[in-house]
C-alpha cells in the first residue's frame, strides 16, 4: 500500500523584525481551479500582542510555492460602537474559477493593555466576523460584511474558512467564548451559521457539540466537506474537570451540517487540521502533537477518519523545541501555555490529483516565527 511523503516544503513567509513581521502565526490556506494558493495569517512583533504592529495579511503563490508575494493587508478593520479593531485572522475559500471568499476574525484592540484573555474572568475581547469576496483570485475584494452570529452575541472566534455546502449553502464556523467582564461559568460549544445569499443574510445556527456542565470542550474545529457530500469536523479536545487534553475528537454531518454525530476518539492526540481524501480515498489528518517534543505530524485512515493508523504516521516539521506543555490546574493555566508555543496550528487544503496542502507556523520562540508550507503526496 502507497505510503505518505512529503513530496516538498518550503517557507511561504520568513520571520523578519525589520518590517514588523517578526511573529507570523495562525495561518490559514486554499487552492483555487486557477491553481492559485491563497496563505492569510497574523504578522506582529509578539505573538500576543494586541498594539497597531498587528495585521492580518495575505500571500499568494502562483508556482506550487516556489515563490510566494510579498505579503499584503487589503483589509481595513472597522470601529465598532466606538471601539477600534484589528484583524486577527483571515482564512479564505475557494468559490469555483478566479472567486474568493475571505473570513475575517474582528477584535476589540481600543484598549492594547488589556490581554486578548482575561485570566480573572476567562472572558475574551470583543470580538466579530466579517467577509469579503474577491472576483479576481484575491488581488482586490469588494466591501466587508458582518457575519449575524445571532442568537450568539458574545465574542465568537473564528475557527478556520467558510465551506461551500452540498446543499450549495455557505457554512461560518465559530465557537463560543464570553465577555471579557463576565463572571459566570464559560459556556463553549463550536457552531456553524449559514447563509444562502453570499453573506447577505446569516441564520440557523448549530451548536455542533456540547457536553453537559461544560465538561470538554471541542476547540478549534476544522471542517471539510467529504466526496460523498458529508461534513467532518475534528476538534481540539479539552477535559474542564481533570485540566488535561483528550485525543482529538471527530463529528460528521450527513445533511449540510444540520445535525451532527456524537463526537468519537480518533485515538489521535493533539491539535488537528481538517482532514481530505488523498488520491485512493484514505483521509489524512495533519496535527500538532505536543505529548514530548512538539511536532507536526501526519497519519492517514481507511475507515472515514474514526481510526487513523499508527503505522503510517511521518514527522512533517520537528524543530529542537523544548517541551511546551505543562501541568494544568485550571483553565487560565490552558491559556498561559498557548501563548507561549511556537510551533502550530496547521491548515490544509486538498490539491488537484490527491495531493493535501498543509501550512503551520514554527521558531525558535513564541514571537520569532515563520510560515511554513508543505505537500503530502502517496508513493
Known sequence: MARLQVRDQGIAVASDASNGRRSC??????????????????????????????ATMLSFSDDQGRTWSTPTAPFVAPTLGGKQGRFRAAACTALGGS?????????????????????????????????????????????????????????????????????????????????????????????????????QHWGGAVAIAEEPEDRVFYWDQRASVQPDKSLLNFFWTYDTVANVYLNIHATISRDSGRTWSQPWDTGVPGQPASVWPMRDGRLCLVYVDRSSTPCIKARLSSDGGRSFDPASEIVIAQPQLSGQTRQKKMMEDAWAE?????????????LPGGDVLAVYYTGPHRDTTSIHFCRLSLV
Open 25 to 54: 502565526c495562525f495561518p490559514n490556506v486554499c487552492v483555487l481551479p486557477t491553481g492559485r494558493w491563497i496563505c492569510g495569517f497574523r504578522v506582529g512583533m509578539d505573538k500576543t500582542g494586541m498594539g497597531p504592529d498587528q
Open 338 to 350: 498557548m501563548s507561549d508555543f511556537s510551533l502550530g496550528l496547521p491548515a490544509t487544503a486538498p
Open 99 to 199: 472567486r474568493v471568499l475571505v473570513t475575517l476574525y474582528w477584535v476589540d484592540c481600543s484598549d492594547p493593555s488589556r490581554p486578548f484573555f482575561n485570566e480573572t474572568t476567562q472572558g475574551l475581547l470583543d470580538s466579530k466576523l466579517f467577509t469579503a469576496i474577491s472576483e479576481d483570485q484575491g488581488q482586490t475584494w469588494s466591501p466587508l460584511r458582518q457575519v449575524d452570529t445571532t442568537p450568539y452575541l458574545q465574542p465568537t472566534p473564528i475557527t478556520g474558512p467558510a465551506l461551500v455546502l452540498p446543499d450549495g449553502r455557505w457554512g461560518c464556523f465559530f465557537e463560543l467564548n464570553k465577555s471579557y467582564e463576565d463572571l459566570r461559568p464559560w459556556h463553549h460549544a463550536p457552531i456553524i451559521t449559514f447563509t444562502a445569499d453570499e453573506g
